[in-house]
C-alpha cells in the first residue's frame, strides 16, 4: 500500500489475525474471475488493517477515528460497510455449550488468562474456529472455541489486588483444547447488527480497513452505544 498523506497514514498496523470484526456477516458470492494471463497478470489482494479507537469525526461517506496509538485515520465508508454493535453482558451469561472467542495471556502454567471474552451469537458459531497470536498486546492470543465446562474459581485476584471468584473455562476447538481463567472484571460482550446511526464522535470502534481504489476504506466496524468502550 503507498503512503497515505497525513493525518490519515495509517502507520505499520497491518495484521494478519483473526477476530470476531467478520464474525456473522454473510459472505458474498461473485462470478468466478477470468484466469490471469501473460496480458493480464492477477492482482494482488489488497491488504487488510485492524483499527482500534474512537471516533472523532463523521459524515455519511467518511470516518476519521482517533486510533489507540494516537494516530488520526480518515476513512472513506464502503457502500456495503458491515456495522455491528458490542455490548456488555454477564460473565454468568457463559455457559456450557456458549461459543466464544477470548483475548488473553499465556501463563506459565499453562493456562491463558483473560484479558476479554465475547459470546458469539448462534449464527456465527464456528466463526474463526481456532488457537492464534492475537495483535491486542505483546504475547496475547485469540482462541475461539466451544465451552466444554465451567467452573467458579476462588482467589482470582481482582484489579486491586484482593480475593474474588472467577470462572475457569476450558474450551475446545478442532486440533486442540485450552483452559482460560477469566478473572472478575474481565470485560463479557457478544455483538448483534447495527446500522451507521451508531458511528458518531465519540464511540469506541475497532474496525477493517483497505485500499479500494486507492482510498483507504472502511469496510467493516464494530462500534460501542451510548460511551460503551470496546475491549478490543
Same mark, same amino acid.
Given at each position: @500500500? ?15 489475525? *483473526?477476530?470476531?470484526? +467478520?464474525? +456473522? ?33 463523521? *459524515? ?11 494516530? *488520526? ?9 458491515? $456495522? ?29 488468562? !483473560? ?8 449464527? !456465527?458459531?464456528?466463526?474463526?474456529? +481456532? ?10 492470543? @485469540? ?17 486491586? +489486588? ?19 481463567? $477469566?478473572?472478575? %472484571? ?32 472502511? *469496510?467493516?466496524?464494530?462500534? %460501542? ?8
Amino acid at each position: @500500500m503507498k503512503p497515505l498523506p497525513a493525518p490519515a497514514r495509517l502507520s505499520p498496523l497491518f495484521v494478519a489475525a *483473526t477476530l470476531i470484526l +467478520g464474525a +456473522g456477516a454473510a459472505t458474498a458470492q461473485t462470478a468466478p474471475a477470468a484466469a490471469p494471463t501473460a496480458a493480464s497478470p492477477a492482482a494482488a489482494p489488497a491488504q487488510t488493517v485492524r483499527l482500534r479507537g474512537t471516533i472523532e469525526a463523521a *459524515t455519511p461517506t467518511s470516518l476519521t477515528v482517533k486510533e489507540r496509538g494516537g494516530q *488520526t485515520v480518515t476513512l472513506a465508508l464502503s457502500p456495503t460497510l458491515v $456495522v455491528q454493535e458490542v455490548y456488555p453482558i454477564a460473565l454468568a451469561d457463559i455457559q456450557p455449550g456458549s461459543f466464544i472467542g477470548t483475548a488473553a495471556l499465556p501463563q506459565v502454567d499453562g493456562t491463558q488468562r !483473560a484479558i476479554a471474552v465475547t459470546v458469539f451469537p448462534e449464527s !456465527a458459531r464456528g466463526a474463526g474456529e +481456532g488457537h492464534r497470536p492475537f495483535d491486542l498486546q505483546p504475547q496475547s492470543t @485469540m482462541t475461539n472455541a466451544t465451552v466444554a465446562d465451567v467452573a467458579g474459581v476462588a482467589g482470582v485476584s481482582d484489579a486491586a +489486588g484482593g480475593a474474588a471468584k472467577g470462572r475457569t473455562l476450558k474450551l475446545t476447538y478442532q486440533g486442540g483444547e485450552k483452559t482460560v481463567i $477469566v478473572p472478575p %472484571g474481565a470485560p463479557v460482550v457478544t455483538f448483534r447488527g447495527g446500522d451507521r446511526s451508531l458511528l458518531v464522535p465519540g464511540a469506541s470502534v475497532s474496525l477493517t480497513a483497505q485500499e479500494v481504489n486507492g482510498t483507504p476504506t472502511a *469496510t467493516r466496524i464494530n462500534a %460501542g452505544r451510548n460511551g460503551f468502550a470496546l475491549p478490543y
